[in-house]
C-alpha cells in the first residue's frame, strides 16, 4: 500500500478517503537525510522521495533521485532501499509505451552496467544486471548468468 505515516496522510471527506501529502512526505524524508544519523537509510528515504515525486506527476525528478541514489549507494550490499528503487524503477520502465523510450532507457541501463563493470563496482553492476531479467525480450541464458555471476557473493 501506499501508507506511509499519520502526518501524512489527510482525509478527504469529498472523496470519502484518505490521501496522501506528497509534499509533506518529500519534507519527511529530505529532513531524515539531511540528519544523517547512524544507521540511517538514506536509500529507502531516497525511494519514498522518489515515489511521492513520480505521484505528483515530477516523474523526471523522480527518475533522476533514483538514478543518483543508484550511482551513490549501489555498491553497498546493504544498502537494501536500492533493491526498492530498482523494482520501482523497472516497474516505470516496464510501463513505457513508447517502444523507442523503453529500449533507450535499456541502453542506459546496460551503459551503466558497463561503467560500473570497469570501475570496479561489482555488487552495483549485478544489481543492475539483475533487473536486465525483467527486460521484455529478457532470456533465460540472461537468468543462468546472473545466477552464477552472484553465487560466490552470496556463498
Known amino acids: 500500500g501506499e501508507i506511509l ?4 496522510m489527510k482525509y478527504d471527506a ?9 509534499d509533506a512526505v518529500i519534507s519527511h524524508f529530505n529532513n ?18 522518489g515515489r511521492s515525486l513520480w505521484s505528483k506527476g515530477e516523474k523526471t525528478g523522480a527518475l533522476e533521485r533514483y538514478v543518483e541514489a543508484v550511482n551513490k549507494y549501489g555498491n553497498d550490499i546493504d544498502a537494501l532501499g536500492i533493491d526498492m528503487i530498482l523494482e520501482e ?3 516505470k520502465v516496464k510501463g513505457i509505451e513508447n517502444q523507442e523510450l523503453k529500449e533507450r532507457t535499456w541502453s542506459e541501463m546496460q551503459n551503466t552496467i ?3 563493470e570497469s570501475g570496479g563496482k561489482r555488487i552495483l553492476a549485478l544489481r543492475l544486471k539483475r533487473s536486465l531479467l525483467y527486460k521484455d525480450n529478457a532470456d533465460e541464458k540472461d537468468l543462468v548468468r546472473f545466477h552464477f555471476e552472484w553465487a ?4
Do not use: H, M, T
Not at 560466490?152 to 556463498?155: A, E, Q, V
Open 5 to 8: 505515516f499519520q502526518d501524512e
Open 14 to 22: 469529498k472523496e470519502n478517503k484518505n490521501v496522501i501529502d506528497y
Open 32 to 49: 531524515y537525510i539531511a540528519e544523517n544519523r547512524d544507521g540511517s537509510n538514506i536509500p529507502q528515504a531516497i525511494f519514498y522521495i
Open 89 to 91: 524503477w523497472i516497474g
Open 114 to 116: 558497463k561503467k560500473a
Open 152 to 155: 560466490p557473493i552470496l556463498c
